[in-house]
């Protein structure tokens, strides 16, 4: 059973860049697929993005694309968030996620991934 924990969030102007991290622990990480997600007071928790276990596919919502970038470092046992050109509807608790055996980065439900970190937040002002 793999832990997950996020660092990296933080407080960022709009049009600034952020990066997040998720460690983890307790499996062998390239068994999982990865997967971040956001979500804010009052809603639902929305998927960002997801990189499978090689790290040569990822998927992204629309609203980041082009903005945000996944990756992972198989050697380090962690997953990265780049995120540049941040908005203000960006702020969010952000959530590192995992799923074991997937090969495809195709699953964007919250009940799709058994594995959650504690969230961090990201904060974007005006």
């Known amino acids: 059973q793999v832990q997950l924990v996020e660092s990296g969030g933080g407080l960022v102007q709009a049009g600034g860049s952020l990066s997040v991290s998720c460690a983890a622990s307790?499996?062998?990480?390239?068994?999982?697929?990865m997967g971040w997600f956001r979500q804010t007071p009052g809603k639902e928790r929305e998927f960002v993005a997801s990189i499978n276990w090689s790290g040569d596919s990822t998927s992204y919502t629309d609203s980041v694309k082009g903005r945000f970038t996944i990756s992972r470092d198989n050697a380090k046992n962690t997953v990265y968030l780049q995120m540049n050109s941040l908005q203000p509807e960006d702020t969010a608790v952000y959530y590192c996620?995992?799923?074991?055996?997937?090969?495809?980065?195709?699953?964007?439900?919250?009940?799709?991934?058994?594995?959650w970190g504690q969230g961090t937040q990201v904060t974007v002002s005006s």
């Open positions: 307790g499996g062998t990480f390239n068994n999982y697929l």
């Open positions: 996620a995992a799923r074991w055996g997937s090969v495809r980065p195709v699953y964007t439900a919250r009940h799709d991934y058994a594995y």
